[in-house]
């Protein structure tokens, strides 16, 4: 198995960077435009983006980069980097305190690495592909709650939400009806860690991209998490749907989001 350990490096270097500029620009203007009615980004996405991308470009030159807001190594490579720079950006438009920076490596076509860092608790969720998934270090786990009825879950909602018919209301009214309860929280990345680490049993979502998805989507499966489409099929960072659950819940979670389709 290839030895990962330069990327880890460099990954978790981009990630405290861009922390640390996430922190600072809650302290001073946050400039807002609009890529939608509802998508917004801020000065400071884009300052964390380029801080991640000179990084990683200046070690790995010949790397493709790919991140949200477009800054980035078009050319095509073997090893890919896959950026939110700032995961939750209504949240910290508002100051609400639920955010993060996400990166990802994918080699030949699966993510072999991936670090999420929440700058407000200093938490960092890391995984790398067959050696499990860690908080701050330490190994961390999927739950063992065994029930929907039990499970405490988490979703969230597409920026189409007002003018697409399929925006999740659907599954979020039949969900909430067999779960013990669901939260929306606004970083996609961090629900997928929060699973990961059993704070939250499951996780659902539609149309999200891969930036929000490919640093989490391993640290859960490292954690001991399943995650598929609703249909059942192994999950892709490019598919539309997403669920992710402690595996325990998972069939009665597809029963669920398949009802009335």
């Known amino acids: 198995m290839r030895d990962l350990s330069p990327f880890r490096k460099i990954a978790l270097q981009a990630s ?9 620009g809650l302290q001073g203007k946050i400039e807002i435009s609009y890529k939608g009615d509802l998508n917004l980004v801020t000065n400071i996405d884009t300052g964390s983006e380029k801080a991640i991308v000179a990084l990683i470009g200046r070690h790995f030159p010949n790397h493709q980069i790919i991140a949200e807001e477009g800054h980035g190594q078009k050319e095509p490579s073997p090893f890919r980097w896959i950026i939110d720079p700032l995961d939750g950006t209504t949240n910290y438009a508002h100051a609400f305190p639920f955010f993060c920076v ?39 786990s999927v739950s063992s709650v065994k029930k ?16 697409d018919p399929s925006n999740n209301f659907n599954h979020f009214i039949n969900v909430s009806m067999n779960a013990q309860a669901v939260r ?53 960072i490019y598919d539309s749907e997403i669920l992710a659950t402690n595996q325990k819940i998972h069939q009665e979670m597809r029963q669920i989001l398949n009802k009335n389709r």
Do not use: H, M, Q
């Not at 640290?219 to 059942?232: H, P, W």
């Open 102 to 140: 996400s990166i990802a490596l994918e080699i030949r076509g699966k993510v072999a690495l991936g670090v999420v860092y929440d700058p407000i608790r200093k938490e960092c969720f890391f995984a790398e592909k067959g050696k499990g998934a860690f908080l701050n270090g330490k190994p961390i």
């Open 16 to 24: 405290e960077k861009a922390g640390r500029i996430l922190r600072r």
């Open 148 to 163: 929907l009825s039990k499970s405490l879950l988490v979703t969230g909602f597409a920026y189409d939400i007002r003018t």
């Open 184 to 236: 929306r929280t606004g970083s996609a990345a961090l629900d997928l860690c929060y699973v990961a680490a059993g704070r939250l049993d499951g996780f659902w979502e539609l149309k999200l991209k891969p930036w929000d998805t490919a640093a989490g989507s391993l640290i859960l499966r490292e954690a001991g998490g399943k995650i598929t489409d609703f249909s059942g099929k192994p999950y892709s």
